[in-house]
């Protein structure tokens, strides 16, 4: 069974930055892609940044510059570090990762950005 399990969200000012983390569990999950997502109530959930098993990334528009995802894949860890918060980034985010089986999404983090 895979899980994924986030972390790191939580409360930041305007123009302060946070990590976050997604720790994936599962035997014999290889994931062809993995991806950050973030969701706002009354809104559809958009895809914010992936990143493939080759290290290919891609970014939404409205985080290019700001935010960067990667991948330790001796940890089975996916992070988004961001930088230079704004109120529009507040969400809930969560972790996806896709591979032959299927595709997984984690709980969710909170990331709220305060003015």
């Known amino acids: 069974q895979v899980q994924l399990v986030e972390s790191g969200g939580g409360s930041v000012q305007f123009g302060g930055s946070l990590r976050l983390s997604c720790v994936a569990s599962g035997s014999g999950f290889r994931p062809d892609v993995m991806g950050w997502y973030r969701q706002v109530p009354g809104k559809q959930r958009e895809l914010v940044a992936s990143?493939?098993?080759?290290?290919?990334?891609a970014y939404a528009d409205s985080v290019k510059g700001r935010f960067t995802i990667s991948s330790d894949n001796a940890k089975n860890t996916l992070y988004l570090q961001m930088n230079s918060l704004t109120a529009e980034d507040t969400a809930v985010y969560y972790c996806?990762?896709?591979?032959?089986?299927?595709?997984?999404w984690g709980q969710g983090t909170q990331v709220t950005v305060s003015s």
């Open positions: 996806k990762g896709r591979s032959g089986r299927g595709a997984y």
């Open positions: 990143i493939t098993s080759g290290g290919s990334t």
